[in-house]
Nanobody, 126 residues
Framework: QVQLVESGGGLVQAGDSLKLSCVAS????????MAWFRQTPGQERTFVAA???????YYADSVKGRFTISRDNAKNSVYLQMNSLKPEDTSVYYC????????????????????WGKGTLVTVSS
């Protein structure tokens, strides 16, 4: 049974940094892209960042230059380093595993994800 568990969320001030972690249990996902999405109440879940099996990374324009995604295949984990946080980054952050084997493109959507975590809340105060 596949399970993704996020951690690292919390309450920070604008300008602070935070690092999210996501550990996957079950089969190894080294051949699949892993991604982070976020969602605020009443809004769609949106793409934040993804990293493919070849370590290629992709970011939403809103976080480019501030967030860094990384993965550790030995630990079946993906991370999101978030710097220079803004109040508009306040959301529940979800990690996910893409369903496409060896996908190396730049298009990541909710519909292309096979597995999801339950999310971790990040709150950025002004």
């Amino acid at each position: 049974q596949v399970q993704l568990v996020e951690s690292g969320g919390g309450l920070v001030q604008a300008g602070d940094s935070l690092k999210l972690s996501c550990v996957a249990s079950g089969p190894p996902f080294s051949l699949y892209a892993m991604a982070w999405f976020r969602q605020t109440p009443g809004q769609e879940r949106t793409f934040v960042a993804a990293i493919n099996s070849g370590q290629g990374a992709y970011y939403a324009d809103s976080v480019k230059g501030r967030f860094t995604i990384s993965r550790d295949n030995a630990k079946n984990s993906v991370y999101l380093q978030m710097n220079s946080l803004k109040p508009e980054d306040t959301s529940v952050y979800y990690c996910a595993v893409d369903r496409r084997l060896y996908y190396s493109g730049s298009d990541y959507f909710q519909s292309t994800m096979a597995y999801w975590g339950k999310g971790t809340l990040v709150t950025v105060s002004s």
